[in-house]
């Protein structure tokens, strides 16, 4: 694996609907050679797929981050994923858990069967509208065709609009056009889903940067060398960045180095050991808002069978 490999899966993390041709212009490689280290990632088991994650808000719930530290205790990854209302968990380099939860709207409190299963209790952080990068930028109701199209793309969310029209029964025109505008004004994100331990060559890592003020975008390019900026958010200040180090100790450095810099507030550097996604759970809140939209139609048929 090569740095236009590193390239590629930074852009795929950045934009993953990004097309061939474009991901090609950016790496400097034609279409046809960029599908084919996609598929080579792929077989190689580093690029394992696409998984789509609709927005808290948009299910009715709030998101919250639990963190665990590491401890003697060695976690399963699907015991995590059992738990009710967790949709995310990634086991981190230094063997720490972060665990996503979506959580009924005026439900709070700790998730003992987490703690059980850590032997420990965890540190929340609840996001509410304004600190949330997966709460929509304002407020979205979805209509039973989007929940339509957000049940189709939960299956592969790089899926021509042809093939996702199909599924869902709508016209490609709408597909694509609601597909961008559900990821541009955050109530879907797509994430690429990549076994970082799998790249050889050097070791591939996530950098999440939290910034004292807002910075040019001159800067934020230039405060990390060794990475791609794939993500920039206002409210709080913070970025992330996909960056490549030549062995581990490195990585702490670069940590180190930009963590120290006057603008920044905080900075931290991980790369996943596994990550897991509750699939199931989340297509049957998807199913559920499918029904909600349904209901009344059911209701109204039969009251119009009544009436004649």
Same mark, same amino acid.
Request: glycine residues 8%; hydrophobic residues 45%; aromatic residues 8%.
């Given at each position: ?16 609907? &990004?097309?061939? /041709? ?11 050679? @960029?599908?084919?280290? @996609? ?6 088991? @580093? ?30 990854? +699907? ?14 380099? $230094? ?54 199209? @957000? ?13 996702? *029209?199909?599924?869902?029964?709508? +016209? ?40 004292? /003020? ?7 390019? &230039? ?36 963590? &120290?810099? *006057? ?10 050991? *596994? ?11 998807? *199913? $559920? ?8 139609? +059911? ?10």
């Amino acid at each position: 694996m090569d740095d236009r490999d590193f390239h590629l899966l930074a852009e795929l993390v950045r934009e993953p609907l &990004a097309s061939y /041709a474009t991901l090609g212009r950016r790496i400097g490689l034609a279409a046809s050679s @960029v599908r084919g280290r @996609v598929a080579r990632l792929q077989d190689q088991g @580093v690029l394992r797929g696409f998984q789509l994650l609709p927005g808290a808000p948009a299910l009715g719930r709030a998101r919250e981050l639990w963190r665990y530290p590491a401890s003697r205790v060695t976690p399963d990854l +699907s015991s995590v994923l059992a738990v009710d209302d967790v949709v995310v968990a990634v086991e981190w380099h $230094d063997r720490s858990w972060s665990v996503f939860a979506y959580r009924a709207e005026g439900v709070r409190g700790p998730l003992r069967a987490l703690d059980e299963i850590f032997g420990v209790g965890g540190a929340v952080t609840r996001f509410g509208p304004s600190d949330d990068d997966l709460a929509p930028a304002r407020p979205t109701v979805l209509s039973r065709p989007d929940w339509r199209l @957000v049940q189709a793309l939960l299956e592969d969310p790089r899926a021509p609009a042809e093939a996702l *029209a199909r599924r869902c029964g709508q +016209s490609p025109k709408r597909v694509r056009t609601r597909r961008r505008s559900l990821l541009e004004h955050r109530v879907l994100q797509i994430v690429p889903h990549v076994d970082y331990a799998k790249f050889r060559g050097s070791v591939i890592f996530g950098l999440s940067v939290f910034f004292r /003020a807002p910075l040019s975008s001159q800067t934020l390019e &230039a405060l990390v060398p060794e990475g791609v900026l794939v993500r920039y958010n206002d409210h709080p200040p913070s970025a992330f960045y996909v960056c490549s180090a030549a062995s581990v100790p490195a990585v702490a450095e670069v940590e180190r180095r930009v963590g &120290a810099t *006057a603008q920044v507030r905080e900075a931290e550097a991980g790369f996943e050991r *596994a990550r897991g996604f509750a699939a199931d759970r989340v297509r049957g809140w998807v *199913a $559920d808002q499918i029904a909600r939209w349904e209901a009344p139609r +059911s209701v109204g048929r039969r009251n119009s069978g009544r009436a004649t």
